[in-house]
């Protein structure tokens, strides 16, 4: 059985490697308290065992090698770098735990046939780039040459190559990539995230799909004038114009898609400004998250009729544009399957549902069979100092994933 | 009768006395170029023989002295400064029209029982000071030492008392206070501002009051969290809140008060403002106008009755505080009688209404008679490089503002 002492020491020690921030734990990728972590995590691999292998763009893996050297590989990981003023848990929990997979394997002193790789990939999270998923699509083979070069630092503008050269790798796209044939499963443990499994008191989510995105980017162009002297109904608001839409597209997919689709509107600019002015011009995001593609269409749909209708009502013009749209990515139902068999062999309450955010799993899934595992996240917080996976179920969750790397090398 | 050119020529030369700007003129109060301006107008002044005169803290005289030396001053005028990208006649209008009825009395040959005079207030925009109607409150004995040295300017940091001083003037409150039994009448002629008069076909406005205004500051506090993995229904979006109850008591105004209330989100801050980030917080201001009492306290009490319900349904905290109260100001009544009477003389258009901006005419109400006229803005354009007053409707204004001077001296 998982040993939750060693997942809390696990856990414990990397967030205290920390960047200096306002709170909780900070470790973006290629700094040096990423190089930190990931030599703490080197250290735990080695004393159980397992060979340490870091590749050319710096993910890290701890290989325990199979009996049979013909078979392909099982890898369970996710990832080790952290958003600004995170917690403990986020991709970092599902590491901690593919590690006790393989401690328990060491322990069983029954090897597997194929050989089974612990991974921590590296710049998951935007927090350096703004961009996402690196290490995975390095692995997957998206990301080479050319990505070294476009990908810049937000705050220090240095290239993607220069930043992994300074970190001391080569970069090397082709010491990253992995080759299709070689790997039999992936299976990414991960925090939630939100509050579903908690609210519905399960212990394991079998994550069936990664959902898709559309980011709606919509400006609003007005009139600006005085506050006091326009009357109400012949001004030409562009907040009001706005708001309004921004309200019948939340509300509409609260009434038809709750538990289906979000929409979320993070970022809204308000020009020009003044508390005494009438806004001329008012840009905003909606975020769009769901499985259902239809659901998607007619969210996409919705929010451009009502645009429309907004527009008239209120005077102004609305422009609506897709910047993004990412397709939802199904997870392999046969790593689902065992899943489930395996949390029902331990007597463990679960359920099947959708991840709302983005995954290494749905690069890998690409190329290899790739599933999920989430445990519930305390109060459904993340990316915030407080973020919590209790420990109990972290050991539920290893025990899992072990089961799953069991079933996997017997098939 | 009124000279259109005149009026033309002095309109046309201070637009293009201005700071440099993106478009439109820009003269904000004791700079370089408001010197220029008031050199001009002293000019023009002396041209036609009125005795020009600058207080200590930068208002403009230009006094034709009435026959009855004790009688007390009939002063009509507006302010000479400029919010930045103006146009050429907010404020400049009514001092160049005032202008033209000393013209007109010096040209009927026909003096005054009372002296007139011709003023041009300075620093009435907050453009230099964040702070409105400087010359006027001096004036007014509101603004005295304590002012010289609290308010300062937004961009240099100087105090009012080292502006005034580095503009070349002593800042003495003294010189600036006028006494309240010396002035008989104060009357304003200024651009509408907004589209009543146009889109009611009317040449001359007679203002009745000058708006009361409540500046609301409200903020929505809720929980920031990933906006893919937190179901709609179990969210604490501050910006739906915010946009719900903006949402709500616009609809409000619109609908029970158009035409007598208006109520206006200029500014809006959104956090932490990522696109894929549920909103934490929501700071937003409601401006509210009317000269209505009831209006104004019911508008407050649905504001704060709907954040209540919104804060419930949104599952945020929202605090309302109102930050600015400002009564209403009943013009003249008399005045406006004699507005009226010379409008109906002239054979002008003309309608009773009330003023949504703050004007000097409130200042000088507090201790003179004071009274409003007026004159159609082009599609309700100001603050803007295209604000337009017609000359056929300058040509206009003057005439009424030479006949109420005419009747006021009579009387």
Redesign the interface.
Known sequence: MADQKRMHQDIETLRKISEPCAAGTQRPSYTPEYREGVEYMKGRMAEFGLEVREDTVGNLFGVLRGTDPEAPSIISGSHLDSVKCSGAFDGIAGVVCALEAARMIQESKKPLKHTYEVLGTIGEEGTRFGQVLIGSQFMEGSFGEAQLDSVKGLEDGLTLRETIRNYGLTGDPAGACRRQDKVKAFIELHA?????LE?AGKSIGIVENI?A?S?LEVSVHGV???????????RH?A??GA??L??AV?RY??QH???IA???????N?L????????SECDF?L?I?TCDEAARADLIRYTVETAKQVAVKCRVEINVQEAVHREHVPTDSHIEDLVEEAAAKLGYSHMRMN????HDAMIFKRIWPAGMIFLPSHE?????PDELVAFEDMEKGANVLYEVIRMLDEE
């Open positions: 939630e995230q939100g509050p579903i609210n959902v995105i980011w600006a004038s005085h506050p006091g002297t326009i009357p109400m109904d012949v608001d907040g009001v708001f309004e921004i309200c939340t997919a609260a898609y709750n538990g979000t929409v979320t509107t993070g970022r809204l308000l020009p400004g003044s508390t005494n002015c009438i806004p995001t975020d998250r991840s709302g955010a983005g459904g917080l993340t990316h915030h």
